[in-house]
């Protein structure tokens, strides 16, 4: 008969272990998007394991992935931490998602389906009953704004038949969404003219207006970098 991990007098594994890694993974890399960690913050074994309820095992492979994906550094002898951000690695980032994300969406208006178009219109109508709200309730919201617009703007793509494309386009989105930490605080950067953006887009989308759509979503990934630039570069 099998024994239990109890039995054998070894402890039984967290609720939740068994997918702990890649939560733990997801959780550290939305709040290191969304600047709940800023730039070059110090990631402290001590504090991690509580906030996120994780061995240290599982802590260090998670952190040492997202090292392998430019969110983390790690310095010999002084630990990980987040990494640093710089006009010169956003313009770069620009460039390169640009370049992706104009693909995807030009396969996806080729593929997309009803289901697609349904579920564009949904994820938008979530995303813009925050950015309606004034100014000062929609920083309240924040966190749940970063993850509405990510959606909204996965959606348009998500019919992207070219599996690679999709990823890579993907990771870029997640290196650019991290810069707009700079800009959540001034009132231009996810002002109105956002709002109006977001919606331009679906409906270039919908209209399956592949160039239009391109176009709008090139200028309104432009526009955010532009601002964040002019904010990182010193005086």
């Known amino acids: ?4 991990l109890e039995t054998r007098g070894q402890k039984p594994p967290k ?19 969304s600047s709940v960690f800023e730039p070059e913050t110090r990631l402290k074994f001590a504090d991690m394991t509580k906030r996120y309820d994780v061995g240290i095992g599982t802590l260090r492979e998670a952190l040492s992935q997202l090292v392998s994906e430019g969110f983390v550094t790690l ?9 640093p951000v710089s006009a010169e690695e956003l313009t770069e980032i620009t460039e390169h998602f640009i370049y992706l994300e104009k693909r995807a969406v030009r396969d996806a208006i080729e593929n997309g389906d009803d289901d697609w178009e349904a579920n564009i219109v949904a994820v938008h109508h979530r995303l813009s009953l925050i950015e ?7 920083m309240e919201r924040h966190s749940e704004w970063v993850q509405r617009h990510r959606d909204f703007h996965e959606a348009i793509v998500k019919a992207c038949t070219g599996r690679w ?16 930490f700079v800009t959540k605080n001034a009132p231009e950067g996810l002002g109105g003219r956002k709002f109006q953006e977001h919606r331009e887009i679906m409906v270039a989308t919908l209209a399956r207006d592949a160039d239009l759509a ?14 964040a630039i002019k904010l990182l570069q010193p005086e």
């Open 165 to 180: 494309l999709f990823r890579l386009r993907s990771i870029m989105f997640d290196q650019l969404d991290r810069y707009r």
């Open 132 to 138: 309606s709200l004034p100014w000062a309730e929609r």
């Open 15 to 33: 609720v939740g272990d068994s997918s702990s890694g890649q939560d733990v993974l997801a959780r550290l890399r939305i709040d290191i998007v």
């Open 214 to 227: 391109s176009e709008l979503i090139e200028q309104h990934i432009r526009d955010t970098s532009v601002r």
């Open 1 to 4: 008969m099998n024994k239990t």
């Open 75 to 83: 310095e010999a002898g002084k630990g990980f931490k987040v990494a």
